[in-house]
C-alpha cells in the first residue's frame, strides 16, 4: 500500500524552527503533487502548503506565507516543510498529502493518499 510517513516534529519555543520530512514509499512520486495540512484539537485539518510535481509552483495558507518553506526532493521520494519565526498557533498534528489529479492545491477534497502525521508543539 501507499505510505507517508512524517517526521521531525517536536516541541519548539516561539520564534524557533523545524523542518518536517515526509518520505513516501509505493507511488510514483514525481507524478504526485504533494501538500501539508494541519488540524489543531476541535478544529478542522487546514491546508498549509503544496508543492507541484516538479517542485516549480508552490501554494501557501495566508498565515504562513513569508515563514513555511516547502519543497521537495523527487530523488529521495521526499517532501519537505521547513517552518520558522514559529508561532503558538502553528501548534497542531501536520500531516503530509499526495495528489495524483491537481498541482500544487489548496483544497483537502484534491488529495488521494495521507500520512499518520506528526506533532508540533511550540510553546510561548
Known amino acids: 500500500q501507499v505510505q507517508l510517513v512524517e517526521s521531525g516534529g517536536g516541541v519548539v519555543q516561539a520564534g524557533g524552527s523545524l523542518r518536517l520530512s515526509c518520505a513516501a514509499s509505493?507511488?510514483?512520486?514525481?507524478?504526485?503533487?504533494m501538500g501539508w495540512f494541519r488540524q489543531a484539537p476541535g478544529k478542522e485539518r487546514e491546508f498549509v502548503a503544496a508543492?507541484?510535481?516538479?517542485?516549480?509552483?508552490?501554494n501557501y495558507a495566508d498565515s504562513v506565507k513569508g515563514r513555511f518553506t516547502i519543497s521537495r526532493d523527487n530523488a529521495k521520494n521526499t517532501v519537505y516543510l521547513q517552518m520558522n519565526n514559529l508561532k503558538s498557533d502553528d501548534t497542531a498534528v501536520y500531516y503530509c498529502a499526495a495528489d495524483d489529479e491537481y498541482t500544487a492545491s489548496g483544497f483537502r477534497r484534491d488529495y488521494e493518499y495521507w500520512g499518520q502525521g506528526t506533532q508540533v508543539t511550540v510553546s510561548s
Open positions: 508543492v507541484s510535481r516538479s517542485g516549480v509552483t508552490t
Open positions: 509505493r507511488l510514483t512520486f514525481n507524478r504526485y503533487a
